[in-house]
Nanobody, 123 residues
């Protein structure tokens, strides 16, 4: 079991940056693959980024490659998402999520979710 609480969302102009953070509690943090997912109105849920337990391997969706960076600090039980060069199409609710028992880069494999934080990119 793991509990996740996102923070860092807000409103930003196109080209701006935000940094999301998600501290976790529960089972040992290092045993989970962690990710960030997002969902915008009328769109399917999308896995934006993920990072394995060691931090040595990451995944990014094509839409955010080169702009977003996911990192984790196991000592602080926290995963981060640095979002740069934000675009209006990045507007969505962002969720911190975790999976155990393997590493699969698809939304349905993340069984633990935070409450979400809203990101709005607008002029």
């Amino acid at each position: 079991q793991v509990q996740l609480v996102e923070s860092g969302g807000g409103v930003v102009q196109p080209g701006g940056s935000l940094r999301l953070a998600c501290p976790a509690s529960g089972r040992p943090f290092s045993t989970y693959t962690l990710g960030w997912l997002r969902q915008a109105p009328g769109k399917a849920r999308e896995l934006v980024a993920a990072i394995v337990w060691s931090g040595g391997s990451t995944y990014y969706s094509d839409s955010v490659k080169g702009r977003f960076t996911i990192t984790r600090d196991n000592a602080k039980n926290t995963v981060y998402l640095q979002m740069n060069s934000l675009k209006p199409e990045d507007t969505a609710d962002y969720y911190c999520a975790a999976q155990s028992g393997g590493t699969y880069y698809a939304p349905q494999y993340f069984g633990y979710w935070g409450q979400g934080t809203q990101v709005t990119v607008s002029p």
